[in-house]
């Protein structure tokens, strides 16, 4: 038997037809946004959250359904309060990418 060195060789062991490709493809049918992407420590002892407002027209379900893939691609928490995402941790970098490549145009503030 073959000495298996890494995670690549242990997958050839696996038959093509059952291996499963993982992948992640933000869908977003709404409409574009101007958002602000804020970054906030104050009331929350020193721990970074970015706050994503400027919301207009979306219903709390829109927002949570935006929410979603981008908290599960970046492995963050996160909330939707007062038609406002609220994103734990400081990965506000990646945030606005993500949303930038859906076409939504967002600004920097604070941090």
């Not at 990418?97 to 076409?103: D, P, R, T």
């Amino acid at each position: 038997m073959k000495k298996l060195n890494s995670f690549e060789d242990l997958g050839s062991l696996i038959p093509d037809k059952s291996k499963v490709k993982k992948q992640f493809k933000i869908q977003n049918n709404l409409s574009k946004q101007n958002l602000e992407a804020h970054y906030s420590v104050k009331g929350r002892a020193g721990t970074p959250v970015i706050i994503l407002k400027g919301f207009s027209g979306l219903k709390k379900e829109d927002l949570k359904n935006l929410a979603k893939p981008i908290k599960n691609k970046l492995g963050i928490g996160g909330s939707v309060k007062k038609n406002e995402i609220f994103f734990q941790g400081d990965k506000r970098e990646k945030i606005i990418s993500i949303l930038e490549s859906q076409g939504h145009s967002v600004k920097r503030i604070g941090g």
